[in-house]
């Protein structure tokens, strides 16, 4: 066994510098910059407008979080920030640091989680995240995207690839699920619902992926508005953490309704093992809703499964995809 350490500890306390780290060369292009054929840390200064002691020691800090190797005073790429962090990438993601390390997300959680914990609930006001048209939402919608993508073509993997499909993409966002089922099926007819200044951001993605003719809207809350029937497919995605078990539940049976026999409801959740603590990024997640969210959580799959019967699915199979996150597909 091995003999106690403190460096866990003093790790993970000043884990926040490695985001911030990554932020910054983020938003200077280091990784963009070094793509172009800068390796030195004067070459990879000039081209971000940045100091070249400043770019160096960013730079090191960098190689020694993996995220760029350095051998003989240059630097390179590493093949996952040359694909998600280089700006000329089609599978560029670093809009995401614009709403996971945002100073927003990054001062209300290390400045309240403390008093979430006590209280059970997040400190946000109002009902937190999911607070009447939240912009936050808008922010997530612009940044999140590339992240979802590999989720996304997963999702549309366990959909039929041909023939009409009627499909609700429920809090649909950047709207990138439906989007992702309507590139797969050109006969796929997508309604997304959201606030209307978040589905601004879906339509564009829309028109972006050349299916603005099968993609429709309908604006306000999922608790709200009238869905319609006879649909083949609802897509649920990354909702129903953010509530309570009841309230999924009424999510849920609505969803039913609107549903024809032997129609499917899709739903992408971050499951953790019964445990709790397994896998990593699902685990980890509770902590987010509870800085967010009055009642949320990352359910186990029996609690899933619960909701989904009561609500009148008898057919729940779980689906793990790369991403950690679970795709479970449910039959009226």
């Excluded at 280091?30 to 160096?56: D, H, L, P, W």
């Excluded at 909702?239 to 026999?261: M, N, Q, Y």
Aim: net charge negative; proline share 5%.
């Amino acid at each position: 066994m091995a003999s106690p350490s403190p460096a866990r500890v003093f790790e993970t306390l000043r884990a926040f510098q490695e985001t911030g780290a990554l932020r910054t060369a983020i938003e200077l292009g280091v990784f963009t910059a070094i793509a172009e054929g800068a390796r030195t840390a004067a070459e990879i200064a000039s081209k971000c407008g940045a100091s070249e002691r400043g770019t160096r020691i960013l730079c090191d800090c960098l190689a020694v979080s993996e995220l760029l190797t350095k051998t003989d005073g240059k630097y390179d790429n590493t093949p996952d920030s040359n694909l998600f962090l280089n700006r000329h990438s089609p599978a560029y993601m670093g809009t995401v640091a614009d709403f996971i390390s945002s100073p927003e997300m990054m001062n209300g959680f290390l400045g309240t989680l403390t008093d979430c914990v006590r209280k059970g609930g997040t400190m946000l006001p109002d009902e937190g995240s999911v607070s009447h048209e939240n912009p936050l939402w808008i922010n997530f919608a612009r940044s999140m995207a590339p992240l979802m993508a590999p989720a996304a073509a997963g999702i549309a993997a366990h959909l039929p690839a041909a023939g009409p499909l009627k499909v609700l993409d429920i809090a649909a966002g950047h709207g990138m699920f439906g989007i992702a089922v309507a590139k797969r099926n050109a006969q796929a007819e997508i309604t997304a619902v959201d606030w209307a200044p978040v589905l601004e951001v879906a339509t564009e993605n829309a028109a972006k992926a050349g299916v603005s003719a099968r993609h429709k809207t309908i604006a306000g809350s999922a608790f709200d508005v009238e869905f319609g029937s006879g649909y083949d497919v609802v897509l649920l995605t990354n909702f129903l953490h953010h509530f309570d078990v009841p309230t999924c539940e009424g999510l849920l049976r609505k969803i039913h309704s609107a549903l024809k026999p032997g129609g499917k409801v899709v739903t992408l959740e971050f499951v953790p093992d019964e445990n709790r603590i397994s896998p990593p990024v699902p685990a980890r997640f509770a902590i987010t809703m509870l800085f967010s969210t009055v009642k949320g959580d990352a359910y186990i799959f029996k609690e899933l499964d619960s909701m989904l019967r009561h609500a009148g699915f008898e057919s729940n199979v779980q689906h793990l995809l790369e991403t950690q996150q679970s795709v479970i597909i449910s039959t009226k």
